[in-house]
């Protein structure tokens, strides 16, 4: 068995009470390591006519994850400008300085394509998707400690080019490209950064000819599961990955490569 070095270490996972993040939660926890879960505060509303998939699990949802893996629960809407200090601020004092940060916490609405495109929506994707991240990543390193810290953001292959997804798809990109600009900046800190992109993942959205589609566009033959993810989420914060830092780990199937 190989030991990922991960057993008692604190790790902070943005949005990790449902779908990818829960997965990812339970994949840390399976480590041993002491998990802190945030999601997003019940009182945030969508904006108005918009499918809006950046919202809080339900309550019971979250507690309930919380009792399975004895993980500390933080809820916070990062797209408030203090957001991710105070967040870093209430896990600190509770589990004590994060040593992994899972940035998996997104924002997707519909719609979402180049006709629709505005100024409002746009900044809603880039608040969660690239500016949370960054700010969280840039707040982590400012208190560094040894071990030094790392982080995995969670990309989407979508970041390379998907229609209908202008907000979504672009703000990740944007993800990737700080992953990369981090790596750089942080490793002489000994701080890596590296990053996930998922492939089409069942968490519930895919059924029927949607489902089917994506099969078939998937060279394994199959669309993923959260478990794919999380697996390679642990990989890059294990001590097995110790020398790789600024890179895009696609995890789909062979979609979009």
């Known amino acids: 068995m190989i030991d990922t070095g991960l057993a008692g270490r604190v790790v902070l996972v943005t949005g990790g ?3 990818i993040g ?38 019971g949802q979250v507690a309930a994850l919380a009792g399975e893996l ?7 809407d990062l797209t ?12 600190t004092e509770r589990l004590g300085p994060v040593d992994v940060l899972v940035n998996n916490a997104a924002h997707c609405e ?16 880039y608040a969660v998707n690239t500016f949370a991240p960054a ?14 810290p790392c982080v995995v953001n969670i990309s989407t292959d979508a970041a390379r080019a998907f229609p209908g997804q ?20 942080l490793g002489p800190s000994g701080i890596r950064v590296n990053a996930v992109a998922p492939g089409p993942v069942q968490t519930g959205w895919l059924e029927g000819e949607t489902l089917e589609h994506a099969r078939s566009i998937v060279p394994l033959g199959r669309v993923g599961e959260p478990e794919d993810i999380a697996d390679a989420v642990v990989f890059l ?7 790789i830092t600024g890179q895009v780990l696609q995890v789909a199937g062979g979609h979009a490569l």
């Not at 700010?135 to 030094?148: D, F, I, K, V, Y």
């Open 237 to 243: 914060a294990s001590r097995q990955a110790r020398w």
């Open 80 to 91: 408030a400008a203090e957001a991710p200090r105070l967040l870093l601020d209430a896990v």
């Open 70 to 76: 004895d993980a500390a629960t933080f809820p916070a």
């Open 17 to 19: 009470a449902a779908g």
């Open 110 to 125: 519909q719609p979402d394509g180049i006709e629709t495109l505005g100024l409002d929506g746009l900044a809603r994707h």
């Open 166 to 185: 202008t907000g979504y798809g672009t703000s990740k990109a944007a993800l990737e490209g700080f992953t990369r600009s981090a790596a750089l900046d």
């Open 22 to 59: 829960a997965a990812i939660s339970r994949a840390f926890a399976a480590q041993g390591a002491r998990l802190a879960v945030h999601h997003l505060g019940a009182e945030s509303r969508p904006p108005e006519g918009s499918l809006w998939e950046h919202r809080s699990p339900a309550e």
């Open 135 to 148: 700010l969280l990543t840039a707040e982590l390193a400012r208190r560094a400690h040894h071990p030094p």
